[in-house]
C-alpha cells in the first residue's frame, strides 16, 4: 500500500546504510565520525508525511536538516511508517536506542527540538523492523499498524522522480 494523501500525518524511521566509515559535518553540530554499519533516524512529518520522505530520498536539495547530511553519504534502503496525527518520534527513538548493537553515534542528531539524546540510532548489523514493531506494540494485525517500504518497492520509485 502506498501512501498518497499528501497531508497525512505520520512518524518514520529511515533505515540507511553506510559502507564505510566517514567523517561528516552535520551543519552546526559540528564534524563527527560516523562507523560503517546501519543507522535508524527517527522523524515526524506533521504536515505532510510522504512529501517529508520524498524530500529525505532526493540527493540534491538544500542540507537544511542533520539528516541531509548523513544522507550524502548513506543510502535509504528501507522506510518504517506509521500514519497518524499523534507525532510519535520521541518514543520510536527511545525504542530504537533498546535495540541489539544500538549506539548513539552524535548526541542531538535530529532531536534539537526535544528532551531526546538523539533520533539517529547506529547499529553494526541491520536492526530488525519485527522486533522494533513488536517493541513498540504496532504488530501486524494490531489496531494500528506500522508499515515498511524496502528500496525495491514500487511506491519508493516514484518518490525519486516527483518534484517536492
Known sequence: MCIRDS?????????????????????KLGTFAFPAGYYL????????LWPRLR????????????????????????????VSDEPME??????AATLP???????????SDCRCQSHLIHYPERPSFELFQEKL????????????LSSGSRCLSPLEAEEE
Open 7 to 27: 497531508r497525512e500525518r505520520g512518524t518514520y524511521a529511515l533505515l540507511l546504510a553506510l559502507d564505510g566509515e566517514a567523517a561528516i559535518t552535520v551543519g
Open 41 to 48: 533516524y527517527i522523524g515526524s512529518a506533521r504536515s505532510g
Open 55 to 82: 524530500r529525505h530520498l532526493k540527493r540534491e536539495k538544500k542540507l537544511r536538516w542533520h539528516i541531509d547530511y548523513l544522507r550524502q553519504h548513506a543510502e535509504v534502503i528501507e522506510v518504517w511508517y506509521l
Open 90 to 95: 520521541c518514543p520510536w527513538a527511545r525504542t
Open 101 to 111: 548493537g544500538a549506539q548513539t553515534p552524535v548526541a542531538g542528531f535530529g532531536s
Open 137 to 148: 506494540g504496532l504488530t501486524a494485525g494490531g489496531v494500528i499498524e506500522m508499515r515498511r
